[in-house]
């Protein structure tokens, strides 16, 4: 079992930063492969961003390339998500995910955590 934590989200305005956390417990963090998911209300959960278990394969979704950056730290099980010049349509609940490989396909992850607000104002 693992178990996750986000942390970080809040109320900002267009174009200001936000970096989330997560952070995991249980069995081997190192093993596994992290994903941040977001959901906007309406909306199906999304792919934002994945790093694999040794952290260093990354890659994200169109909308977030060159603004969002996902790292890992090992030794502090936890993963991050840097979030620059943020926009409107990034307003969602931030998942974090934890799974054997490396994907944007969200069934694939068999870890998750309870989700932080990020709430972005025009």
């Known amino acids: 079992q693992v178990q996750l934590v986000e942390s970080g989200g809040g109320l900002v305005q267009a174009g200001a930063s936000l970096r989330l956390s997560c952070a995991a417990s249980g069995r081997t963090f190192t093993s596994y492969a992290m994903g941040w998911f977001r959901q906007a209300p309406g909306k199906e959960r999304e792919f934002v961003a994945a790093i694999s278990w040794r952290g260093t394969t990354t890659y994200s979704t169109d909308s977030v390339k060159g603004r969002f950056t996902i790292s890992k730290d090992n030794a502090r099980n936890t993963v991050y998500l840097q979030m620059n010049s943020l926009k409107p349509e990034d307003t969602a609940v931030y998942y974090c995910?934890?799974?054997?490989?490396?994907?944007?396909?969200?069934?694939?992850?068999?870890?998750w955590g309870q989700g932080t607000q990020v709430t972005v104002s025009s």
């Open positions: 995910a934890a799974g054997n490989r490396l994907t944007d396909y969200a069934p694939s992850y068999g870890y």
